[in-house]
C-alpha cells in the first residue's frame, strides 16, 4: 500500500518541487526545462485552465447571443426603414405628381380650349393670333403657342402656314414656321398627333430657339369642315420649358438624403443630378453601358407606367441603393427616387457602430469579470491542488489553506481537511495493525518452529536397526499446521508411530496437536495396545474440550522381531499396505471416532503380520485433497498408481516421489492442507529385505 | 492543364525563332525612318477636305480616327473634317466643290451622278445594307405579307429599296413620311417604320423595347442589298491627282481597321465629336454603331480586301433606282467605281 | 456458501450448496448454531450438494451434535456420495450419528 510514509531514502524519487539540488538534477537529466507539471501549471495559467475555458465559453455563447439579436434588429431596422421611406417616397411624390399634373392639366386644358376655338368657322388670322397672345400672357409656365395647319387648310393656297409665337428677352415674338427647311409635318409634334387623331404631350427637346432651353410640347389637333366635310384642320402646339419641372423634381428629394430623376416615354432622362445625362442617356443606355439587365427590367416597367420600389443592384445609379418610381400619368413619364443605403441605413450604421462598440466593451468587462471570478475560484483550487500533490507524496502535515467561503470551493478545501484528517488516522491505524500483524507472524514463525521441533526430523533416525525404515515429511499449508506425525521405540523391538491432522489450522491446532503428541508419546507403552492408548489420549483430550477441537489419528506398533502391527485409527484415512511386489491398498482396519471429540469412545485394535519389505504409507488428507487449478482431487486413486510406482525405491524416495507428484499436480492451485507423509518398511527381523535388496 | 494553353501561356521567346527579332528590329527601324521622313516631308502636304453625310457619330470612326491618328497626315495628305449634317446636304458640297471627299450612300450616289455631277466611288465601305424595316411583334406583322394595307413610315430620301421590297412581295403599304425620329412607331402612329440597323434600330431597343418584341424585315436578306456607305470624289479631282485620292482611301481604311480593333479608344474620338456637335446620343449607342459598322464593312467574302464594290450590288442599286424612274440610266460600272488601292 | 433450509415435520432439513472447508466453516457453523439457538432441535444435514468436507466442516457439525446433546436433540446426515461420504465415514461419523439416504427418510426416522 503506497500510502504507508515512506523512508527519506525511497521518497527522494519523488522528489517535492522546490529543493534546489532536485531541480540541478532535474535539468541535468530533462532535455526540456519545462517538464510536465510544469507546462500543465503554464497552460492552466494561459489557456487551457479553467480561466479559458470559462471565458471561451461564456464569451462564445454571449457573442452567439448578441450577433443574433443584432443581425435582428439590424434586419428588422431595415425593414421598417425600407418601410417608413417606401411610405415616405410614395406620400413625397404623389404630392409632387399632383402638383406637375396640376400644371400640365392646366396646359393641355388651355391648349384644348384653343382647339375648340380654332375649330369654330372663319376665324380670321388676326383673331387667332391675339388668342394666341392672350393665352401666353395668362399662362406664364408656357414658353410658345403654335397653330400649324394641314397642307392648304387655312387659306386654300399655302402648303404650309403655322404662325409662332413665343417668349422671347424683349417681350413675345412672332414668327412663321414652315418651309422647305422645316417641314412641320414629318415633326413628331404635328406628326404624331396627327397620325393617332388625339393630343399628346412629344419627347422633351432641345428648343431650336435661343436659350437652348429644354421643352415639351403638348399638341392638340383641331378639326374644321371643309367642303362639307368635317377633317383635320391641323395641330395647336404649346411648348413648356421644362425648367420649372426640373426644378420641382430636383428639389423633390435634400441633396443628402440621394436624388431623384424624370425620365421621358423612351426612358431619356429629363433632369438627372449629373446634367450630362439629360437628353443624352436613358435608363437603357446606362443598363447597357453597365450590362445591367435588371436596370432595363426596371426602365421597362418605368415606361410602362409602373410604380414600385426596387433596390438597385448595378453601379449605373450608384451601388447599394434603392429606388422608388411612379408616373407621370398625364405626360406618360416616370419620376424615379434613389436612396442610397449609406443615407437610408446611415443612422442603423451609426447605430450599429455603437451597439457594436458597446457589445465591444462589454465583452472586455464580461472577460475582466471572468478572469476575476475564475480567478478567485481558481486560486484557491490551485492551493489546494499543490497541497494535494502534497499530501500525495505523504505530507500529512501540510496546512491547507483556510477557505471560510460556503461555496463548493470551500466545501472541497474542509473535504480535503477531513481526508487529510481520515488519511491521517488511518495511516496511523495501519501502521499499528501492521505492526500487530507482524508480531503475529513473528509469533506464528516462532510457534512453527517449536512445533516442527516436536517432529522427529532425523533421517534415518535409528540408522543402527535393520528391521526397518522409515522416513516422513509435513508440508505445512500455513505457518503452523495441525498435522502430526511421530515414531518412537518403545523398547528394543517395538517402534510406535503415528500420523494425525487436528481440525482447523494455526495456532489453536499446532496448541492441540503438541498436546496430542505429548499425550501420546508420554502414554504409550509397549503393553498398552494402540486403542488402549487412543481411549486413554481421547479421555485426556475431552476433558476440557470447549473448542470442540478433535484430532484423526493413526497409530501403530510394529513388533520388529516378528513385524507384527497392530493399530488403530481414529477418524483418519486408513494407510496404503504395499506389500513387497504387489500394487498398494488402503489397510483394511476398524474406524474409531475422531479423537478429542466426545468423551467414552471406543477403539480396536487390527493386528496384521508385516512380511519384509513391505511398506506402510500413512498419509493425512492434505494428500488426497489436494485440488488443482480445476479444483479436482488429487485422490486416493493416484496416490496409489504413484506409490505402487516408487514404493521399492525406499521410504526417503517414496515419500518425496508422492510429495512431487501432488506438487506438480496441484500446480500454482494454493495449498489448503497441510501434507503429512510417513513410510515405514519392515526388513524383517534381520534387515533381511534390506540385505536382498543388496 | 490542356497543352494548347500552355502553348498560349508559354514565353514569347521560345514561340519565336531568333530570326523573328530580326524582323522586328527591322520594322521598328523602317517605321522611325517613316516617321522621320514624313516630319521631313511635313511641307509637303497636300490639303483636302472631308465631308461626312451624316452629324459625327460611329458611322463615321473610321475617318475621325484616321484623322485623330495622324493617318492622313502620315500618308501626305493636311485633312480638314468638315461638320456633317441635315443642313449640309453632302451630294451638293461635293458639287459646290465644299469638300474634296465625301461620304454618301450609293443609291444617293447613282441619284446625284444622274443628276450631272460627275463623282466617282473610289471605296465603298459597307458591303451590306444596314436598311431594315421593324415592326412591333405585338401588331401581328410576322411575315412580309403582313405589312398588306398598314401605315409605314419611310424616309422620303431612302424610299427606293423599301419600295423595291413592296413591290417584290406584292404588298400595298399606306406611306407615312419618317421624320427624324421613331417616337411615331413607338407611340404607335404607324405599324412599321423605316430604320438603320446600327441607329434607329438600337434607338428603339433603346427606349425600352426588346428584341423579341420586335419582327425585323432586313432588306438585303430579301435580295435586296443597298450598301450604303461609300467614299466619293469628283472626277475631276480624280484626275488631277490620283495619288492625292488614293492616299485618302488607304488612310480612311487603315482608321476603320485601326477602330475596330481598338473600339473603346475609337468610341473615345467619337464621343469627342459627338460633343462638340452637341449631338443627343449616348456612348453605349455609339458602341452599338461601331460594332454593326464592323459587320456592314467587313467583306463577306474575308480574301476580299475593304472598300470594293461588288459590281453586282451597284447593279441591283442602279438598276432599282432607273426602275423607279428615279434616274435616266444605269451608269457604267467602271465609270462610276475606281477603288484606288486595289490598283497599286 | 449458500445454505437452504426448510422444515418437515418439525426436522429442520440444512442443505449446504458446495464446499465446507476452512474458509466456509465458520458461516455454516453460525447457521447451525443460529438454528439451534432459536430452539431447533432436530437437524438433517442434507449434504446431496456438498463437494468437500473438510476437518472443520465436521469440527462445526460435532460442535452442533454437542449443542443438541444437553437438548436431546437429534442430527442426521443424508444424501452423502462421493468424497463426502468417504470422509465422514473415515471420521468415524458413521458410528455415531444416523446417515440416510435421502432428506425425507431422515425426517421420518429422525
Not at chain 1, 194 to 209: I, N, Q, T
Not at chain 2, 32 to 46: D, H, N, R
Not at chain 2, 188 to 197: F, K, N, T
Request: proline share 5%; charged share 25%; hydrophobic share 45%.
Amino acid at each position: 500500500m503506497s500510502l504507508a510514509p515512506r523512508s527519506p531514502e525511497s521518497g527522494s524519487e519523488r522528489t517535492p518541487r522546490g529543493s534546489p539540488q532536485d531541480k540541478r538534477a532535474n535539468d541535468v537529466q530533462d532535455p526540456f526545462p519545462g517538464d510536465r507539471r510544469f507546462s500543465g501549471e503554464l497552460q492552466s495559467r494561459l489557456g487551457g485552465g479553467l480561466a479559458f475555458k470559462l471565458a471561451l465559453f461564456i464569451l462564445t455563447s454571449t457573442a452567439v447571443i448578441y450577433l443574433v439579436a443584432f443581425l435582428y434588429s439590424y434586419v428588422t431596422l431595415r425593414k421598417e426603414i425600407l418601410a417608413d421611406v417606401k411610405k415616405d417616397a410614395l406620400g413625397v411624390t404623389m404630392v409632387t405628381l399632383g402638383k406637375i399634373d396640376n400644371v400640365l392639366g392646366g396646359i393641355e386644358k388651355v391648349a384644348a380650349f384653343l382647339a375648340r376655338d380654332l375649330s369654330g368657322e372663319g376665324r380670321t388670322a388676326a383673331v387667332m393670333i391675339r388668342q394666341m397672345e392672350g393665352l401666353l400672357q395668362a399662362n406664364p409656365e408656357i414658353f410658345g403657342v403654335a397653330v400649324a395647319f394641314e397642307p392648304r387648310a387655312f387659306d386654300g393656297r399655302s402648303r404650309y402656314y403655322a404662325p409662332y409665337i413665343h417668349r422671347g428677352p424683349e417681350g413675345l415674338k412672332r414668327i412663321l414656321i414652315g418651309g422647305a427647311e422645316y417641314d412641320y409635318f414629318t415633326k413628331d409634334w404635328y406628326q404624331i398627333p396627327r397620325e393617332l387623331d388625339r393630343s399628346l404631350w412629344s419627347e422633351p427637346y432641345v428648343h431650336e430657339g435661343e436659350g437652348g432651353d429644354l421643352v415639351a410640347t403638348f399638341s392638340v389637333p383641331f378639326y374644321r369642315t371643309a367642303a362639307g366635310e368635317r377633317g383635320l384642320a391641323g395641330i395647336v402646339r404649346v411648348d413648356v420649358s421644362l425648367d420649372w419641372l426640373q426644378d420641382i423634381v430636383s428639389r423633390l428629394m435634400p441633396q443628402r438624403q440621394g436624388y431623384s430623376f424624370l425620365i421621358s416615354r423612351n426612358g431619356v432622362f429629363v433632369t438627372h443630378p449629373r446634367k450630362e445625362f439629360i437628353m443624352r442617356e436613358s435608363v437603357f443606355s446606362l443598363a447597357d453601358a453597365t450590362q445591367d439587365e435588371e436596370l432595363r427590367r426596371i426602365g421597362r416597367h418605368m415606361v410602362w407606367a409602373g410604380k414600385d420600389f426596387v433596390p438597385l443592384t448595378g453601379s449605373a445609379f450608384g451601388r447599394d441603393s434603392w429606388m422608388f418610381y411612379a408616373p407621370l400619368p398625364s405626360i406618360g413619364w416616370s419620376i424615379g427616387l434613389v436612396f442610397p443605403e449609406a443615407e437610408l441605413f446611415g443612422n442603423i450604421f451609426e447605430l450599429n457602430r455603437v451597439i457594436l462598440m458597446i457589445g465591444g466593451v462589454g465583452f472586455l468587462v464580461l472577460l475582466i469579470v471572468i478572469v476575476v471570478i475564475s480567478g478567485t475560484i481558481t486560486r484557491p483550487l490551485r492551493t489546494l491542488t499543490e497541497k494535494a500533490a502534497e499530501i500525495a507524496r505523504g505530507n500529512l502535515d501540510v496546512a491547507l489553506p483556510e477557505i471560510r467561503s460556503r461555496d463548493e470551493v470551500g466545501e472541497l478545501s474542509r473535504s480535503f481537511e477531513n481526508m487529510k484528517g481520515a488519511l491521517k488516522e488511518y495511516i496511523s491505524n495501519l501502521a499499528e495493525t501492521t505492526a500487530a500483524k507482524e508480531r503475529i507472524e513473528s509469533e506464528l514463525k516462532i510457534a512453527r518452529a517449536i512445533q516442527m521441533s516436536f517432529l522427529p526430523k532425523k533421517f534415518p533416525p535409528f540408522p543402527e536397526r535393520r528391521e526397518m525404515d522409515i522416513y516422513a515429511t509435513l508440508i505445512p499449508a500455513r505457518e503452523v499446521g495441525g498435522d502430526l506425525y511421530d515414531f518412537f521405540l518403545l523398547d528394543g523391538d517395538h517402534l510406535f508411530f503415528s500420523i494425525g491432522d487436528v481440525s482447523g489450522k494455526g495456532v489453536p491446532a499446532a496448541l492441540f496437536m503438541a498436546v496430542t503428541k505429548t499425550l501420546m508419546k508420554g502414554m504409550a507403552d509397549r503393553d498398552l495396545a494402540p486403542s488402549a492408548l487412543l481411549e486413554a489420549v481421547n479421555g485426556e483430550l475431552c476433558r476440557e474440550n470447549e473448542t470442540s477441537m478433535f484430532v484423526t489419528i493413526f497409530c501403530g506398533v510394529l513388533d520388529l522381531k516378528s513385524g507384527r502391527l497392530s493399530c488403530t485409527a481414529a477418524g483418519h484415512p486408513a494407510p496404503l499396505l504395499i506389500r513387497a511386489g504387489k500394487d498398494p491398498e488402503p489397510l483394511v482396519i476398524g474406524q474409531g471416532f475422531l479423537l478429542g471429540a466426545l468423551e467414552g469412545v471406543t477403539y480396536r485394535t487390527t493386528e496384521i503380520v508385516l512380511a519384509p519389505g513391505d511398506n506402510l504409507l500413512l498419509y493425512t488428507d492434505g494428500v488426497t485433497e489436494a485440488q488443482n487449478g480445476n479444483r479436482e482431487f488429487y485422490g486416493e486413486a493416484r496416490l496409489r498408481r504413484v506409490a505402487a510406482v516408487h514404493a521399492a525405491g525406499g521410504t526417503a524416495s517414496l515419500v518425496d516421489a508422492v510429495v512431487a507428484d501432488v506438487r506438480s499436480f496441484a500446480g500454482d492451485a494454493p495449498q489448503y492442507d497441510d501434507i503429512t507423509l510417513l513410510s515405514v518398511v519392515y526388513q524383517g527381523a534381520d534387515g533381511d529385505s534390506r540385505r536382498r535388496d543388496r | 492543364m490542356h497543352p494548347s494553353v500552355k502553348r498560349l501561356r508559354s514565353d514569347p521567346a521560345h514561340r519565336f525563332p531568333l530570326p523573328f527579332y530580326w524582323v522586328l528590329f527591322v520594322a521598328v527601324a523602317v517605321s522611325l525612318l517613316l516617321v522621320a521622313t514624313s516630319g521631313f516631308c511635313a511641307q509637303a502636304l497636300k490639303t483636302a477636305t472631308f465631308l461626312p453625310q451624316w452629324r459625327p457619330q460611329a458611322q463615321f470612326a473610321g475617318f475621325y480616327t484616321a484623322y485623330e491618328k495622324g493617318l492622313y497626315r502620315k500618308y501626305g495628305i493636311d485633312v480638314t473634317v468638315l461638320r456633317g449634317g441635315p443642313d449640309r446636304p453632302a451630294g451638293a458640297a461635293l458639287a459646290a466643290r465644299q469638300a474634296d471627299f465625301v461620304t454618301l450612300f450609293l443609291s444617293e450616289a447613282v441619284q446625284v451622278r444622274d443628276k450631272g455631277v460627275r463623282l466617282i466611288n473610289i471605296g465603298q465601305l459597307m458591303q451590306r445594307s444596314g436598311f431594315l424595316l421593324v415592326a412591333k411583334a405585338g401588331s401581328g406583322i410576322a411575315a412580309p405579307r403582313d405589312l398588306q394595307g398598314r401605315k409605314v413610315s419611310l424616309w422620303t430620301s431612302f424610299q427606293v429599296q423599301p419600295l423595291a421590297f413592296f413591290r417584290k412581295y406584292g404588298i400595298a403599304v399606306k406611306p407615312v413620311v419618317q421624320g427624324e425620329t421613331v417616337n411615331l412607331f413607338l407611340r404607335g402612329g404607324v405599324d412599321a417604320a423605316s430604320a438603320m440597323w446600327y441607329n434607329e434600330y438600337y434607338t428603339i431597343l433603346n427606349s425600352g423595347l426588346n428584341e423579341e418584341d420586335l419582327t425585323t424585315f432586313f432588306l438585303d436578306r430579301h435580295g435586296l442589298n443597298f450598301p450604303e456607305d461609300g467614299i466619293y470624289v469628283l472626277e475631276e479631282t480624280f484626275r488631277r491627282d490620283r495619288a492625292l485620292c488614293d492616299a485618302f482611301v488607304r488612310a480612311s481604311l487603315e482608321g476603320w481597321q485601326y477602330a475596330f480593333d481598338r473600339p473603346e479608344e475609337a468610341l473615345d474620338i467619337v464621343m469627342a465629336y459627338v460633343r462638340k456637335a452637341n449631338v443627343a446620343t449616348n456612348r453605349p449607342h455609339q458602341r452599338w454603331m461601331l460594332a454593326r459598322m464592323r459587320d456592314l464593312i467587313g467583306p463577306k467574302d474575308p480574301s476580299v480586301p475593304m472598300g470594293v464594290l461588288p459590281r453586282q450590288d451597284f447593279l441591283t442599286v442602279a438598276e432599282e433606282l432607273h426602275r423607279a424612274g428615279l434616274t435616266g440610266g444605269v451608269p457604267s460600272y467602271g465609270e462610276f467605281y475606281v477603288f484606288g488601292p486595289a490598283k497599286p | 456458501m449458500d445454505v437452504k433450509m426448510r422444515k418437515e415435520n418439525g426436522v429442520t432439513v440444512v442443505s449446504p450448496v458446495g464446499r465446507i472447508d476452512t474458509v466456509t466453516a465458520p458461516e455454516f457453523e453460525k447457521v447451525l448454531t443460529g438454528l439451534i439457538g432459536e430452539g431447533e432441535t432436530r437437524l438433517v444435514l442434507d449434504l446431496q450438494a456438498v463437494d468437500y468436507i473438510s476437518s472443520a466442516g465436521l469440527r462445526c457439525i460435532l460442535a452442533a451434535a454437542k449443542m443438541l446433546k444437553p437438548k436431546n436433540g437429534a442430527l442426521a446426515f443424508a444424501a452423502l456420495q462421493g468424497p463426502v461420504k468417504e470422509v465422514i465415514s473415515i471420521s468415524g461419523f458413521a458410528s455415531l450419528f444416523k446417515i440416510f439416504d435421502t432428506p425425507e427418510e431422515a425426517c421420518r426416522q429422525v
